[in-house]
């Protein structure tokens, strides 16, 4: 049995990013945070001030023997727009920037290839603006941001746009999930 690992990424709001990822098979948790940043312990509050440095984060510990790291990053690049710089659909500000902070050398390389992959197939329009940095500063989001769209299923804006979201991968990558 392989040694469950460690992946972290930035795809806008952590809230969407962690929705999708906890139903990936071979996910064993998913937890949202703050990374990149310079700012110790930052709060939410501080973090949309755009002054710390910090990206939406999730962190997501995994089984590599049920889900590889190309599949985590597949995912990734499919369920957020990696070529807006600084943006999310509504959602401005560096915070949520496409990020991968990476753990090892073979997770930057492996990301670094994925990229250049993506980019010469003309998967999307525009070119893919995603950095990929070493893994720091992460700090875990207050409590009230962990597993928001089961806490919050009313939310106006989990309606809008976390459950679309949620639900444009299940039909994407149904053979993926738990």
């Known amino acids: ?5 460690t992946a972290t990424f930035g795809g806008g709001c952590f809230w969407c990013t962690e929705a999708v990822f906890l139903e990936l098979r071979g996910v064993q948790s998913v937890a ?3 990374a990149g940043g310079h700012v110790a ?3 939410y509050e501080q973090v949309c001030t ?3 440095g910090h990206a939406e984060v999730i962190q997501i510990t995994y ?4 889900v590889s790291y190309e599949d985590l990053l597949e995912v990734f690049f499919q369920t957020h727009d990696p070529t807006t710089k600084d943006r999310q659909g509504n959602d401005v500000g560096p915070q949520y920037r496409s990020a991968i902070f990476y753990h090892t050398p073979e997770q930057k390389a492996a990301a670094e290839a994925f990229i250049e992959k993506l980019e010469a197939s003309g998967a999307f329009p525009g070119k893919i603006v995603t950095e990929v940095t070493e893994t720091n500063n992460y700090y ?12 919050n ?3 106006p804006y989990c309606a ?6 949620v639900d444009k991968f299940r039909k994407q990558f149904g053979e993926k999930l738990k």
Not at 63 to 66: F, G, L, N, T
Not at 140 to 151: F, R, V
């Open 41 to 43: 312990n930052p709060t």
């Open 1 to 5: 049995m392989a040694e469950i690992q």
């Open 63 to 66: 089984d590599p023997d049920e």
């Open 32 to 34: 949202s945070g703050y």
């Open 140 to 151: 875990p989001a207050e409590n009230y941001h962990q597993d928001y769209l089961a806490n």
């Open 160 to 165: 809008m746009v976390v459950r679309p979201k």
């Open 153 to 155: 299923p009313s939310n």
């Open 50 to 52: 755009k002054t710390t």
